[in-house]
């Protein structure tokens, strides 16, 4: 796949996108924790893609770890825009309203709940932190495939990835410890713990 998408093989391109887009998605939620602006990030990193082919070596395994450099790139780059994204949309005018459909609202709520408690935990970590974290545990990718994606040494991820685990395990009890002050340690679990859930059950 490597050497026909740097062909130019549109195919091999379509292919790429149906079999990935998802994770690039995924991955560009968690770096920015917003949906739309992960819509934008999957757009842009395929367009990216596309016109860096060229760039693609023609040996190695999956793509994965290419696609989701130049989206964690993206992520970044739409994270720092933010702001001016904001104050536009401010000023434009309010949307129609739509049919309220009572169930479905309630799973968006939900939704919207773990996803601003992961964000929120992982906003805590520094920006190499969080990107080890999102390719490492939640994009499955190993050391070495996150070394390519972020264009460090494998023992960069290494060492990022351990700082990031004991400091979104800090984080995330700290987290809990705010919005549940008078519940008995152990009795409950916030929003942001279940953030750190994963890092916990991979280092058990």
Excluded at 8 to 36: I, K, M, P
Excluded at 75 to 80: E, K, V
Excluded at 103 to 114: F, I, K, P, Y
Aim: net charge positive; hydrophobic share 40%.
């Amino acid at each position: 796949m490597r050497v026909r998408i740097r062909a130019g093989d549109r195919q091999a391109f379509a292919d790429l996108y149906e079999e990935h887009a998802q994770l690039v998605y995924n991955h560009a939620l968690r770096l920015t924790g917003n949906w739309s602006t992960a819509e934008e990030v999957l757009s842009e990193t395929f367009l990216a893609a596309w016109s860096r082919r060229d760039r693609l070596e023609p040996e190695g395994g999956s793509p994965v770890p290419w696609l989701l450099g130049i989206a964690t790139h993206k992520a970044y780059n739409a994270n720092r825009g933010l702001r001016r994204r904001l104050t536009f949309l401010a000023h434009r005018p309010p949307l129609p309203p739509v049919p309220d459909f009572a169930e479905e609202a309630v799973g968006r709520l939900d939704d919207s709940r773990r996803l601003e408690a992961v964000h929120a935990a992982l906003s805590g970590l520094r920006r190499q932190e969080r990107e080890v974290i999102a390719l490492c545990v939640w994009s499955g990718l190993d050391y070495a495939q996150a070394a390519e994606a972020l264009g460090v040494p494998v023992g960069t991820v290494r060492s990022r990835l351990s700082r990031a685990r004991a400091r979104l395990g800090r984080l995330s009890e700290e987290h809990q410890e705010r919005l549940e002050p008078r519940k008995v340690r152990g009795e409950g679990r916030s929003e942001a713990a279940f953030a750190a859930l994963p890092l916990r059950e991979e280092n058990s």
